[in-house]
């Protein structure tokens, strides 16, 4: 016979692992440096997007629908991001400029996991570092969650404990490249070169 503390840390280790399996299990696969794995699954691919509501870097409304009819390369961040981001923006902006004109069919998309720092102006200052065609995506902390369930993408604030404005988010660093129906295509890995990435978006683009 258990006796009951006992009979209750058993219980929750029972759903401390049942949670790790089902985060597991749905990709989630964290990183504590910030560069957080996310989903690396090949099947149930058809998870991945969906609808969504944002502003744009200019603060003008924009949904997934304005987005129809063309390819979006897509990636979430934070502008405060030391490294992960910059990195994969400028990735995914040297991918573009290999494409050449090919690259109109495709829209570039940086969706801020930082909605508070991220406003739709820090987002204009921002993506100016990087392909002329980027696009900035803020909206509000609900939006944001929103967009981010959609595309299955991780993010949690880490606070350092120094101010409430300083800190840095863990967060998912895939590359997400969606049809122009909106539906996932594929995803490229943090550390894909701009070679590779810009040879597979090709063979989507060729149908
Ligand atoms: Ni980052």
């Not at 989903?39 to 629908?65: I, K, Q």
């Not at 991918?95 to 109109?104: K, P, Q, T, V, W």
């Not at 909106?182 to 701009?194: E, K, S």
């Amino acid at each position: 016979m258990m006796n009951r503390p006992l009979g209750l840390a058993i219980t929750g280790l029972g759903i401390a692992l049942a949670v790790a399996a089902g985060l597991w299990a749905s990709g989630f696969v964290v990183d504590r440096d910030g560069t957080a794995q996310a989903p690396v699954r090949t099947s149930g691919t058809a998870l991945v997007g969906g609808p969504f509501e944002l502003v744009d870097h200019t603060g003008a409304p924009v949904t997934n629908a304005d987005f129809r009819g063309r390819h979006m390369l897509i990636f979430f961040g934070f502008t405060y991001c030391p490294d992960v981001c910059p990195t994969e923006l400028q990735v995914m902006s040297a991918a573009l400029d290999r494409l050449g004109d090919e690259a109109e069919a495709v829209q570039p998309l940086f969706i801020t996991v930082d909605p508070e720092r991220d406003t739709p102006a820090a987002m204009a200052g921002y993506i100016r570092h990087f392909h002329p065609s980027l696009r900035g995506l803020s909206g509000t902390p609900d939006q944001i969650d929103a967009v981010a369930k959609a595309y299955r993408v991780y993010y949690r604030k880490v606070q350092d404990g120094s101010s409430a404005t300083d800190y840095l988010m863990d967060h998912s660093a895939v590359v997400y490249l969606m049809g122009p129906d909106g539906t996932f295509l594929t995803h490229f890995a943090p550390g894909t070169g701009p070679d590779e990435m810009a040879d597979k978006i090709a063979t989507y683009l060729a149908g």
